[in-house]
T-cell receptor, first 118, second 113 residues
Framework: GAVVSQHPSRVICKSGTSVKIECRSL??????MFWYRQFPKQSLMLMAT?????????EQGVEKDKFLINHASLTLSTLTVTSAHPEDSSFYIC??????????????FGNGTRLTVT | QKEVEQNSGPLSVPEGAIASLNCTYS??????FFWYRQYSGKSPELIMS????GDKEDGRFTAQLNKASQYVSLLIRDSQPSDSATYLC?????????????FGTGTRLLVSP
């Protein structure tokens, strides 16, 4: 089955620093990947859609200059949280769908990254 | 604002019972519906997908879809303590093809031994 790898699984950083999170599709190509954020006891909220070779599409209220997305290949998307602050502490989850799958095929999620900003 | 509504629970059932999880959605154009299971601190894992009205069974799980009522449910037969988790209902936005999933807040299921 499809596997999505996300790294790191957990990161603690100081306020003002930047953190990069990687998302890889291990056995399939994914032109499009999605980045979600989940705060405690809340549901997943889509932050942005990452498109290989083009600019990401951000959801309303998500600052594109703060959450930098790079999708440089068909198997890798990165999310960089710039100048992180404690309110950015959250569970960040990437997901991807096989390029050649049906248009309504499900998303497969990475294992998530727990970010704590001190 | 497209919404997916779930009762947050917790839904408590004894081991061996049937757990019934419900979800309603607001976007009439939605075509694809998914149930994900999420353990605490982990990312969601796909349980079921359903695209047509009616029932779809997979092992102990049955998904039910009623587009006219904008309602989708998940039944878990012979519930096990290991089924204790949060179950997320996800619906794709009607005309975006496969692009966007909107998630409900999830229902927490507790299966007691």
């Amino acid at each position: 089955g499809a596997v999505v790898s996300q790294h790191p699984s957990r990161v603690i950083c100081k306020s003002g620093t930047s953190v990069k999170i990687e998302c890889r599709s291990l056995d399939f190509q994914a032109t499009t990947m999605f980045w979600y954020r989940q705060f405690p006891k809340q549901s997943l909220m889509l932050m942005a859609t990452s498109n290989e070779g083009s600019k990401a599409t951000y959801e309303q209220g998500v600052e594109k200059d703060k959450f930098l997305i790079n999708h440089a290949s068909l198997t890798l998307s990165t999310l960089t949280v710039t100048s992180a602050h404690p309110e950015d502490s959250s569970f960040y989850i990437c997901s991807a769908r096989r390029d050649r799958g049906p248009h309504n095929s499900p998303l497969h999620f990475g294992n998530g990254t727990r970010l704590t900003v001190t | 604002q497209k919404e997916v509504e779930q009762n947050s629970g917790p839904l408590s059932v004894p081991e061996g019972a049937i757990a019934s999880l419900n979800c309603t959605y607001s976007d009439r154009g939605s075509q694809s519906f998914f149930w994900y299971r999420q353990y605490s601190g982990k990312s969601p894992e796909l349980i079921m997908s359903i695209y047509s009205n009616g029932d779809k069974e997979d092992g102990r799980f049955t998904a039910q879809l009623n587009k006219a009522s904008q309602y989708v449910s998940l039944l878990i037969r012979d519930s096990q303590p290991s089924d204790s988790a949060t179950y997320l209902c996800a619906v794709n936005e009607g005309n975006t093809g496969f692009q966007k999933l909107v998630f409900g807040t999830g229902t927490r299921l507790l299966v007691s031994p």
